[in-house]
């Protein structure tokens, strides 16, 4: 690829860009890599790979090759995210503002695949709770599948528009925007993003930016962080934004001290000096982000202390179910038709409100339905960090028996003694469910989420591809 490929008015416009160095950039864009990158599940314990760790994420680590992550179980049990290496510095970001000593509502509005969110949802702390949200509705459900192989019951994910959240006056106390934008950092990994960009694009993703962050404003605590970030290199999208927001709201910036050598740039906005991180390809091993923090200093209010009225338990069935999960007394247990799920007790006050006011996807982790005396569980209870092993029987399949499994197809050399509900596990790590009966047994591995690809199986799993 030769530097003429970028889209017209592209390198001029970046002239502007704190720390942007033409030539070297243009080097990587026509001679450099990708790196390669994942972030592994903390709740979710697998071998640490022997390779080169992300130095701003504490699970981040750069893979020598890329492996077949479709044909890797460990990847659908959820224990660990294919993730572009400098989007996790959100990780740093959210280890220096934060407090042990408080629980935390955190929204991350713009959420969908749910790199970010499932980023976050490894640094909660029990008693946080974690909104994930996506506007487009076509997008829930990726967010809503890479949450629940994550697997903590301190999640909701909604699917609105960022106004509404205006309503929820002072309700979090950190939100995460990572923005839709231009795209212009994510040029190396994916050329064909350069035929999107144009300067009149670059006007349209700042308004929208604007918008969005003027929109959720209102819901973030007086004290409060916003964190920002967008995959431009474009200042408009990026320090304007900030000198917009110090103009529009009352907030400062936040430093956050991050080593030399990491090679990241350190920017201040022109107007009000407001702190931000840059992350160029040939100078980072990364793709290109733009992340900043800020804190509120102002109140907008708060949420009336209305509680809409619940139905009554029905405390027989909840006595049925707590033997399905580890530490049923911190758990809110309710009902959604004819499904059973459960969020942490201190989060039921949380979910009510959220409930008045946003379309809710996910809250907590779905169990299953009672049938009789007997629950019929659920996918996202089997890959919950909260599922009661001892209480179902459990299987471990061999590599290429986990590869059938996750096709959704039936394995029927499966040499069962006991019938009933079975986890089915790969190296001890949950994939889903199937029901084992005298001579054959039913996949329940969701239909939606099995692997479609019709190659054959490259064995081989994470721990293996990495060395
Ligand atoms: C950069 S992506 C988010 C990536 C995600 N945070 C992650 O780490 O996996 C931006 C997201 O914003 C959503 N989006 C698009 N238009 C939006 C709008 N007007 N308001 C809020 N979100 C929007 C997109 O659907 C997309 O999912």
Request: with cysteine; net charge negative; proline share 6%.
């Amino acid at each position: 690829m030769q530097a003429a490929h970028f889209p017209s008015g592209f390198l001029t416009s970046l002239h502007q860009a704190p720390g942007f160095q033409q030539d070297t950039f243009t080097q990587t864009h026509v001679n450099g890599q990708s790196p390669t990158s994942i972030r592994i599940n903390p709740f979710k314990a697998i071998p640490v790979p022997d390779v080169q760790p992300v130095p701003w994420c504490a699970n981040g680590y750069y893979l020598n090759n890329r492996p077949s992550f479709t044909f890797d179980p460990l990847f659908h049990a959820g224990c660990y995210y294919v993730q572009e290496a400098s989007s996790m510095f959100i990780d740093y970001i959210l280890k220096h503002i934060r407090n042990d000593e408080d629980a935390l509502k955190i929204l991350d509005l713009c959420a969908a695949p749910g790199g970010k969110s499932t980023l976050i949802s490894s640094v909660m702390q029990e008693d946080d709770l974690l909104v994930a949200n996506e506007i487009i509705k076509t997008r829930v459900p990726i967010l809503t599948d890479n949450l629940n192989r994550w697997g903590r019951a301190n999640v909701v994910v909604t699917n609105n528009d960022p106004k509404t959240f205006s309503a929820l006056k002072s309700f979090f106390d950190i939100i995460v925007v990572d923005a839709p934008c231009s795209g212009s950092g994510m040029f190396r990994k994916d050329p064909a993003a350069m035929e999107e960009w144009s300067e009149a694009n670059v006007t349209l993703c700042q308004q929208r930016q604007e918008r969005i962050l003027a929109d959720v404003y209102p819901a973030l605590q007086e004290g409060g962080y916003f964190i920002y970030s967008t995959c431009s290199y474009s200042y408009e999208e990026d320090e304007a934004v900030l000198d917009w927001l110090c103009e529009e709201f009352d907030v400062e910036t936040v430093r956050i001290p991050v080593p030399a050598e990491w090679g990241i740039v350190e920017s201040q906005s022109a107007r009000h000096q407001a702190w931000s991180y840059r992350f160029y390809p040939d100078q980072v091993k990364g793709e290109g982000l733009f992340a900043a923090c800020l804190r509120k200093k102002e109140s907008s209010g708060y949420l009336s202390n209305y509680k809409p009225k619940t139905q009554k338990p029905d405390y027989k069935e909840i006595d049925k179910l707590k033997s399905y999960v580890e530490n049923p007394d911190q758990l809110h247990f309710f009902k959604l038709n004819e499904d059973w799920l459960v969020i942490p007790k201190v989060h039921k006050d949380s979910l009510n409100t959220l409930q008045q006011y946003l379309y809710i996807k996910k809250s907590g982790i779905r169990l299953g339905k009672m049938a009789g005396k007997d629950l019929i569980p659920d996918h996202e209870l089997a890959l919950s960090l909260l599922v009661n092993k001892n209480m179902f029987l459990q299987t471990e399949l061999t590599y290429e028996q986990a590869i059938v499994y996750l096709r959704k197809e039936n394995l029927n050399n499966l040499s069962a003694e006991s019938k009933g509900w079975s986890l089915m596990m790969y190296v001890g790590q949950v994939l889903g469910w199937a029901k084992l009966l005298p001579n054959r047994m039913n996949n329940y591995y969701p239909k939606e989420i099995r692997i479609l690809s019709t190659q054959s199986a490259k064995g081989g799993t994470l721990t293996d591809s990495a060395e």
